[in-house]
């Protein structure tokens, strides 16, 4: 009868935590959420002229998107299909949900499904890498994390190592944020003969592709590698204090705002945070955590050493270690094994000191609870942050209007890090308008025609011909 009814609860909870991330899907979707990177690719989907295969080509010839030739499928069918209907765009946020599938799906055959639903309940609320959750050009990552899953699943329990490496192959040509995490995959073969195969599979092809293929069949190859950037010392250090600052900091301050703006949550919101948090409860109370104590072990120190490796990627490349802004889009990685030392640091340290059950169980709940309220936060400050985009060009279109204004380089200034800081409904300083790609679509969408004025923030532009001051929700010509 119990564990009939320990059943019904993780029933329960794995339909709860499918609601609440289709909630937060829904939620970006009808607010049309389109910030940073995504403006320009909604931009660009207004003015497509050529056939698909034409433009999947030129779309995937960029520096952007020419080491990521399977994401950047995917992203440039769904901006080509946006051309008829500009919402299809915003469907790249479901890729978000479908790696908690997938994620879901591995780990359950790894662990436990009770295991399986914590993990993907915590990692879809996680504070590590919230643009992978709310910006639908980073299903890159999203993607990356799908076959990278597959991956493990097929060399762990399928001990299959062509189809491990091929799901390898994808991950990596998806988004890079997982190669260094090969030496996971090697660690699970035990035959010295099959890691020289997978090694050669994966990393030969990996190689292949990046220097001989990529710049081959790609006019505007970039290699994003900058291995050079290791034998620089002061970045090297920077890197490893942006990353200690991450975990012992970031992440705490992180969620006390997110718990500070609890008030500004529907009722709906922390109801269903509550009942999540009490559902997590009631699976755990009963949970047997003893028998997977070894198995516990050997997770938390993997994942300490997968952290470690996914680290390793801001040592060389440009890419900086950061919970902030857009910034953070290449934490995915780290996300998802954060979330698992989480688990098992919370498991094996109650076990350590001599806690019972339902001190695991309430601490899993405590934090469930924390992480929900902190990443409806989140959901918020998105929302937020395309709002003041909106609002600050819509002001600005008004003053040009009624200046006369029709054409001209014109720059908008404000205090953007000012904004971030101090501005309560930003959480983690999410995006907003900075960098020239954006310009084009906020014009568009409140009335200033982009072809005829060019506006530029001005920490980014020094040629203005005039400048406006947006300050108190009011722009204003600037002496």
Known sequence: MEKKLNNTYLIFLNILIVVYN???ALCVFTENVIVTDDLKEAYNARHISEPYFSYIYSYLDSSNMAARPVSGWVTGTLVFLSKYDASIYLLGILFFPLSLIAIYWVAKKMMSRELASLIILLYSCSLIGTSIQFSPIMLNSNLATIFFSLSVYYIYIRKNIWLSSLFFILSVLSYEIFLPLILLNLYFIKENKKRMVFLGLALGSIVLFRKVIQPGIFAHSYQRDEVGNIFQL?????VTILT???FVKDIFVGIYKGVVNLKNLHVIEILLALLMSSIVYKVFSGYDFRSKLKDI????????????????????????????????RSLGAIRLFYTLLVISGVIYFCFKFKLGNKTISSLFATIAFLLLITNMSVKNAWIYA???NLKMFNELSKTLKAENIESG?????YD???????????????????NNWETRMLSEMNGINAKNVQVYNADRQMNCERVFLYKNGKVIREK
């Not at 996914?310 to 950061?322: D, E, G, L, M």
């Open 297 to 328: 072990k050997n997770i938390g120190l993997i994942s300490l050493i997968s952290i470690v490796l996914a680290v390793s990627v801001f040592y060389v490349s440009a890419y900086i270690p950061t919970l902030f802004g857009f910034d953070n």
């Open 386 to 388: 395309n709002q003041f």
């Open 409 to 413: 380089v014109v720059c908008l200034r």
């Open 234 to 238: 002061k970045r090297v250090l920077h």
């Open 22 to 24: 289709l909630y937060i």
């Open 244 to 246: 200690v600052k991450l």
């Open 416 to 434: 953007m890090f000012t904004e971030l800081k101090t501005n309560p409904h930003f959480i983690l300083r999410e995006p907003i308008f900075y």
